[in-house]
């Protein structure tokens, strides 16, 4: 069936660096993409997705590309905030709203 | 945004009895609402799928007698967790979508489920 494979974490990060988390998924078709953000305490949120191939997700300074040649649609930011500490999961859509989730990548920024 | 919320946060409850929780969109009419099951360091795994005023989807494995679900309104579902076992402690999230066709899931902040 269809999956979705994140980097482990936690990742730990200083204020103002790069950041880059991996994401590469199997699935059949041509499913839909998304990266959501959990922060302490709250709900997982929508942070970008991209429906087709080259694609690109963009907001809050966070970019993913899908790349269908290479199954992957990994998550960038030139320079994190501490306000960025948080969990991040892949996912993609198998149709009919059914997301399929990585198992999260928690983020640490520290000052 | 669109705001989800359950109720309770946490939940504590000896085996062999029953907890509920709830789900609710807060400022948005949910035509079909998602609960997922998640494990320590796992990812969050699709119990099920309801629309309002129908029957919910169960995923392959997961019991529907034992995982009642309930989604009488466009603001409110309902998880049911019957005759819980230890086994069954676990974070629950919910999430909502405002209507078909939309690809975009609002999620709830979660349950956190101990059977003792």
């Known amino acids: 069936g269809n999956s979705v494979t994140q980097m482990e974490g936690p990742v730990t990060l200083s204020e103002e660096a790069f950041l880059t988390i991996n994401c590469t998924y199997t699935?059949?078709?041509?499913?839909?993409l998304f990266w959501y953000v959990q922060y302490p305490g709250e709900g997982l949120q929508l942070l970008l997705k991209a429906t087709k191939a080259d694609d690109k997700g963009s907001n809050k300074g966070f970019e993913a590309t899908y790349r269908k040649e290479t199954t992957s649609f990994h998550l960038e930011k030139g320079s994190v905030q501490v306000s960025d500490s948080a969990v991040y999961f892949c996912?993609?859509?198998?149709?009919?709203?059914?997301?399929?989730f990585g198992t999260g990548t928690r983020l640490l920024v520290s000052p | 945004g669109a705001v989800v919320s359950q109720h309770p946060s946490r939940v504590i409850c000896k085996s062999g009895t029953s907890v509920k929780i709830e789900c609710r969109s807060l400022d948005f009419q949910a035509t079909t609402m998602f609960w997922y099951r998640q494990f320590p360091k796992k990812s969050l795994m699709l119990m099920a799928t309801s629309n309002e005023g129908s029957k919910a989807t169960y995923e392959q494995g997961v019991e529907k007698d034992k995982f009642l679900i309930n989604h009488a309104s466009l603001t409110l579902s309902t998880l049911t967790v019957t005759s819980a076992h230890p086994e069954d402690s676990s974070f629950y999230i919910c999430?909502?979508?405002?209507?078909?066709?939309?690809?975009?899931?609002?999620f709830g902040p979660g349950t956190r489920l101990t059977v003792l």
């Open positions: 699935a059949t078709g041509y499913p839909s």
């Open positions: 996912a993609l859509s198998e149709g009919f709203q059914k997301l399929v």
């Open positions: 999430s909502a979508s405002g209507g078909r066709g939309t690809d975009t899931q609002y």
